[in-house]
């Protein structure tokens, strides 16, 4: 069974994460980095576009930073309570099939969410996971030489009134939901904990994977945090 190596990282700004993933992505690729990881954390609010995006999705551009990325896809936001997961994974080891990665990624948030007691599924011609009709996670990839980074938002406590800004992933009329939102008597202080639990439990199962959170990934994300700390005054 392959090991994945966890890193929770916290809230980190989105520039930050990104420049991470992809740095995490070429040592990957190059063989510097020995096993896939995945990052878990937040983000500060953020709206991005995917390659697929229009800019008209956009319908409240002011207070908000936007950035433009390598992923599919269309308008996204992420904020905090928001759980952000971006996989490192060399599909050489599982299956050099996107769409199977993009069915598996959803299987896996499907699992988390019925050990949360949330009753999940696809939605035909869309990527992303729905619950009751409502869209509870979003998932944009990209891949180089195989190797995978950006990944899925998990809507856990996320304020849903962030999503009046864009047309989520450019699905007129979609309504956004949470995990918080879903059990309605669930409480928010163990909510989080208990869906980062789940999502890890999804991917063991959805990718026949072994969790870790190892020393090695520790010291990866201190070192990282650490050279990319604001400089204080």
Not at 31 to 49: I, M
Not at 64 to 85: N, S, W
Not at 87 to 97: E, N, S, T, W
């Amino acid at each position: 069974m392959s090991v994945l190596d966890v890193i929770q990282a916290g809230l980190v700004p989105y520039p930050d994460a990104l420049a991470w993933q992809r740095q995490l992505a070429e040592d990957r690729i190059a063989g510097r980095l020995s096993r896939d990881v995945l990052l878990l954390l937040e983000h500060p609010p953020v709206v991005t576009f995917g390659r697929n995006s229009q800019v008209s999705h956009l319908l409240q551009p002011d207070g908000i930073d936007v950035f433009e990325v390598e992923r599919g896809g269309d308008v996204t936001f992420h904020g905090p309570g928001q759980l952000v997961g971006y996989p490192i994974l060399d599909l050489g080891a599982y299956k050099k099939d996107l769409h199977w990665y993009l069915r598996t990624l959803e299987q896996a948030l499907i699992y988390a969410l019925a050990l949360l007691d949330i009753p999940a599924e696809r939605n035909p011609g869309f990527t992303g996971v729905w619950t009751r009709r409502r869209k509870i996670a979003s998932i944009g990839i990209h891949v180089k030489q195989w190797v995978t980074w950006h990944g899925f938002a998990l809507n856990v406590t996320t304020d849903l009134a962030h999503f009046d800004r864009i047309v989520p992933c450019g699905i007129q009329g979609v309504q956004m939901t949470s995990v918080e939102r879903e059990l309605r008597n669930g409480k928010r202080e163990t909510v989080w904990r208990e869906s980062v639990d789940a999502v890890l439990q999804g991917f063991e199962r959805a990718f026949g994977v072994s969790v870790s959170h190892s020393k090695e990934c520790a010291r990866q994300s201190l070192s990282f945090r650490t050279a990319h700390a604001e400089p204080r005054l």
